[in-house]
Structure formats: structure tokens, C-alpha cells
């Protein structure tokens, strides 16, 4: 495990950091193109939301992934990391002005429109600059309702996308509209989702939904299927690859492509989840009554997802031998939530100690913050050491 580490290097170095394991990034989008290959027409795009380090993108970008942006400055990072415009797609409730003329401007593959006001303003901006917007629809399909909590997935259809009874008349009010072409329908049903079933009902309503476009004569140039695949927090030695191949044969299997169709897709925590980690030193071992605490210098401002989603990483002790102990592991932020872990067993270990958190590539470093007033923390390639 500590192989992985350069950790010689890493007595240089100010902390806390994230450091990305390159060979692995490159060997989890190996995976992603070998096994969407085996498919006829699927498409993958990265979601830049889960990480968008310039040097990451950058190897994202080399694989061929095509880039789903949320925002203006996702565009930009994605074009300045050198992806091709033909090659973004924008998604997002909240497009602003500028946002949407930057993506006409650039000449972006495809927007992912969530509302007939936003279709109304596409148009009309498209139109002041003498464009053709593309659009697709995302379609909120109502999956997931049997799985999770019925009130959490009923707030999420009330903000994301169009209903399934609007889909025929939204597509058809764009297409008596002057500066937009209608290209396909998207979706994204949820994420850290590891029960192929519920990716195989998305698949089932996408077929319904086809056969009512068939019915209605309307033509749909690709289907878009969000992210969502989930990586394995608990394992991150043991299993470093997400299964790609269950989850690509899951679409084949499951959904029924109309010929000369694409399929598309948007992953973010897949590909960058595992490849990252951010590490920190310890500054005190702090004896308790009860407990141990190891005090480390990262924090809550530069991995918000403990203190957020009681998300758990895995945490290792790279300095250390010693037999292992057990203790919470804190940063130095003046918030009780700022824990990493409780009851974590480590090594036995001292101030100065490196401590890798793990899986931290996925919505670490892009959701990292300044407060109390701490610098942002730096990332790292392997290609840097
Ligand atoms: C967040 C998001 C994704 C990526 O989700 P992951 O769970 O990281 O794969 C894809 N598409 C859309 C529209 C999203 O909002």
C-alpha cells in the first residue's frame, strides 16, 4: 500500500495537499474506454463537477472523455484543460445570461435544458448571435422513488428537470422554435449508486418514454444518461476500479437504442474518486479519558464530505510501523463536525506522521473552502514528485 506513495518526497512538502495517482487515473479510463467500446455508439463525458485540477482534466481530456460542464467556469476549465467544444455538454437549473451565450459562443455540442423558461431564453440569446442552439431535455423519470426515502427523491423532481408528462409538448414547442435544434433527452437519477437495478429501471422508462416519441414521430439523435456509478469507500486497495462492465452491460442489456442512436453518459465520482487522496501530517496525539484523538493539519475546509454527508474514507498512517491503535481523527477547525473519522484504527501514531484519507478525488478538492481563513489546499499528479 505504501508503494503507492511517494512518501520520501513528501517530508518536503507544506500540508495538507491531495496527491492523484496518475497510473491509476490513466488505468480507471482504460477500463471506461475498453468497456464502452464494446458497445455501438456510447459516448462518455466526464463530469467536471467531481474535480476539475487542471492537470487531472488534462488527462481526462487526453483519454478522449468528452467533459459535462454545470456552469460558465466549468466550460472555461474544460476548454483551457483542452477539450474540444464538440465535445461539452451543459446541464444546470440556473443558467445565467453570459453562461448561455459562452456555450453559443463556443459552440458547445449540447445544452441540457430543464425548463421552458430556460428554452425561451436559449432561443432568444441563440438568436441575437445568429446561432443555432442544440438542445436535449433532461426528463426527470422518477426513479429512485422506490428506493430511497419517498421525501428526498420528491424534492429533487420538484427542482431538476421536466416532468415525463411534459416531455412531448416541451419537445414540441422547440421545435417550432427558430434558433434551437433538438438533439435527445437526458437523465441523472442520482449518485454513489452500486445496485445496477436501479440504473436497469432508468433503462425500462427510457423505453416507455421512446415509445411515446415513436408514437409522436419524433426523432431522437441520442439518450443521455447522467453518472451516478458509485465507487467502494471501504476498499480502495482492494478494489481501485469501479465495474464498468456491469455497469455498461446493464444499458446494453436493459435499453433499447433506436438505430443510428447514441447513448451517452456523465461520470464523476467513477473516474476520480479513487485515484486521490489528501494528505495530511499529524501536529498532536491528544490523550483523552477515553479516547485518543489524532489532530490532524487538514480539515473540514479542504475535505468537507465527512462533516457534510457523513461520508466515510478510509484512513492510513503512511509513516508508521507500529502495531495499530485506535482514535478519532480531527482537524483544527473550530466545528464539532470537523471529525475525518471516529474510532479509526491506525498504526500507532505520532506528530509528523503522513496520513493518507483516501477516495478523496471525487468532490474533495473542488468543494475545498477558505474558512477560517485557510489557504486552499495545492493538488498534486504522481507526474510532480
Ligand atoms: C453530478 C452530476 C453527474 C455526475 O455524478 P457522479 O455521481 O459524480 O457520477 C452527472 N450528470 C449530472 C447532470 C450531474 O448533476
Known sequence: MKGKFPLDRFSAMETPFYYYDTDLLRDTLRAINTEAGRHEGYVVHYAVKANANAKVLNVICQAGLGADCVSGGEIRASLRSGFSPHKIVYAGVGKSDWEIDLGLEKGIFC????????????????RLLGKIAPVAFRINPDVGAHTHSNITTGLAENKFGI??????????????????????????????????????????????????????????????????????????????????????????????????QQLHFELGRAVVAQCGSLITRCLYVKEGAVKQFAIVDAGMSDLIRPALYQAYHKIENLS????????????????????????VDLNATHRGDFIAIRSAGAYGEIMASVYNCRPLPLGYIKEDF
Open 111 to 126: 445544452f441540457n435544458v430543464e425548463s421552458i423558461p430556460e428554452l425561451e431564453v436559449i432561443n432568444d440569446r441563440a
Open 163 to 260: 416532468a415525463m408528462r411534459d416531455m412531448i409538448s416541451t419537445i414540441e414547442h422547440a421545435l417550432h422554435m427558430s434558433n434551437v435544434h433538438f438533439m435527445g433527452i437526458h437523465f441523472h437519477i442520482g449518485s454513489q449508486i452500486l445496485n445496477m437495478g436501479d440504473f436497469a429501471a432508468l433503462c425500462n422508462r427510457i423505453n416507455d418514454l421512446q415509445r411515446q416519441l415513436d408514437h409522436s414521430r419524433i426523432k431522437v439523435e441520442h439518450v443521455n444518461v447522467g453518472g451516478g456509478l458509485g465507487v467502494d469507500y471501504e476498499h480502495p486497495n482492494r478494489v481501485p476500479l469501479p465495474d464498468f462492465k456491469s455497469y455498461f452491460d446493464t444499458f446494453a442489456r436493459h435499453l433499447h437504442l433506436r438505430p443510428g
Open 320 to 343: 508508521s510501523e507500529e502495531s495499530k491503535q485506535t482514535y478519532d481523527v480531527v482537524g483544527p477547525i473550530c466545528e464539532s463536525s470537523d471529525v475525518f473519522g471516529k474510532s
